[in-house]
Nanobody, 113 residues
Framework: QVQLVESGGGSAQPGGSLRLSCAAS????????MGWYRQAPGKQRELVAT??????SNYADSVKGRFTISRDNAATVRLQMNSLKPEDTAVYYC????????WGQGTQVTVSS
């Protein structure tokens, strides 16, 4: 069984920064990519950023230049969020894709003054 443990959510003011972390554990045969998605109230879950096992990253247009995804090792991924905006407020979910897709429980990020 694969588990994804997220940490680092919380509150920030507009223009501030937060950093999310996600650590995968369990029996993982292969990791193709890890990433972050978010879901705001009343909206569909959307991609924020992903990074492949070859360290190729992809970002949503709305976060390009502000967010940076990185990997500490094969099973740990971080999301550095700078210049936060109120529209970044959402529950952020970690995802691992390999032979199967796994999701974390989600961590709340709130950006307000």
């Amino acid at each position: 069984q694969v588990q994804l443990v997220e940490s680092g959510g919380g509150s920030a003011q507009p223009g501030g920064s937060l950093r999310l972390s996600c650590a995968a554990s369990g029996t993982i045969f292969r990791i193709n990519a890890m990433g972050w998605y978010r879901q705001a109230p009343g909206k569909q879950r959307e991609l924020v950023a992903t990074i492949t096992s070859f360290n190729s990253s992809n970002y949503a247009d709305s976060v390009k230049g502000r967010f940076t995804i990185s990997r500490d090792n094969a099973a740990t991924v971080r999301l550095q969020m700078n210049s936060l905006k109120p529209e970044d407020t959402a529950v952020y979910y970690c995802q691992l894709s390999g032979p199967d897709v796994y999701w974390g429980q989600g961590t709340q990020v709130t950006v307000s003054s």
